[in-house]
């Protein structure tokens, strides 16, 4: 079995496929499923962030603009908490997440913010666009 995806969302699939084994209050013990979670090769897994990491995020965010380079947006915001290919970058800490979309060259296409988990006061802060688009 194959699980995809970051952060909640693949550590939910990842607990419910591993209790999917579990026996109940049984003496004899639960087999757990094979789980194999696919990582693209030259990408880094998660990392945690700090708190000041979130905070430069979010002053720094509406500097980077869509059609500049990966190297250009790391320079930036820091290293990315999630970097799983080629295609996508992500910045994840507490209630802030900043996703970047690049293209074939390795541009930024698109620039967002999941801000969904963000407060008034925390939505207020951001100055520019949460989805911006290359045009």
Do not use: H
């Not at 380079?69 to 800490?93: R, V």
Request: hydrophobic share 40%.
């Amino acid at each position: 079995m194959i699980v995809r995806g970051r952060g909640f969302a693949a550590a939910i699939s990842t607990a419910a496929l591993l209790m999917a084994g579990c026996s109940g209050g049984s003496a004899t013990p639960a087999t757990s499923p094979s789980i194999t979670i696919v990582i693209p090769s030259g990408s880094s897994a998660s990392r945690p962030a700090s708190a000041t990491e979130v905070r430069g995020w979010a002053a720094n965010w509406c500097q980077a603009q869509p059609g500049i380079s990966k190297a250009q947006l790391i320079a930036i915001m820091g290293k990315p908490t999630s970097d799983f290919s080629a295609e996508s970058s992500s910045w994840d800490g507490y209630e802030w997440q900043f996703n970047a979309f690049y293209d074939a060259n390795g541009n930024v296409r698109q620039l967002d913010i999941n801000d969904y988990r963000l407060t008034a006061a925390d939505k207020a802060t951001i100055t520019c666009d949460t989805t911006r688009v290359a045009t």
